[in-house]
């Protein structure tokens, strides 16, 4: 699987981002799709994930109410768009995919993502 982030930008406090990963070279429908953050000076964390196949999604809970994930199956490509940005949510963030686990949910550990897209960075200010 090939993976190709985009969408990242400079912003104000309260303003909203839609992020894009395109995937290619397998079937979409048999992976969960991650998307991770890593700020300055910090380690990578999980920030949401979801089931392609069935559409089950989950949130950090730092993010929870105010990001969304979505796919789109014709264009092999997941969303995580971003509403009310704050400062905090300023980092370079990874879209990933795992095969998927019939019957599980999305992993949150990075561990569990074999396939990484390049980074790309959100910065907000306040």
């Known amino acids: 699987v090939q993976l190709q982030a985009s969408g990242g930008g400079l912003v104000q406090a309260g303003d909203s981002v839609r992020l894009s990963c395109a995937a290619s070279?397998?079937?979409?429908?048999?992976?969960?799709m991650g998307w991770f953050r890593q700020a300055p000076g910090k380690e990578r964390e999980f920030v949401s994930a979801?089931?392609?196949?069935?559409?089950?999604?989950l949130y950090a809970d730092s993010v929870r109410g105010r990001f969304t994930i979505s796919r789109d199956y014709a264009k092999n490509t997941v969303y995580l768009q971003m509403n009310s940005l704050k400062p905090e949510d300023t980092a370079v963030y990874y879209c990933?995919?795992?095969?998927?686990?019939?019957?599980?949910?999305?992993?949150?550990?990075?561990?569990?993502?074999?396939?990484w897209g390049q980074g790309t960075q959100v910065t907000v200010s306040s």
């Open positions: 979801v089931d392609c196949n069935s559409g089950s999604t």
């Open positions: 990933a995919a795992a095969r998927m686990t019939y019957g599980s949910l999305p992993p949150r550990s990075s561990d569990e993502y074999a396939y």
């Open positions: 070279g397998r079937t979409f429908s048999r992976y969960f």
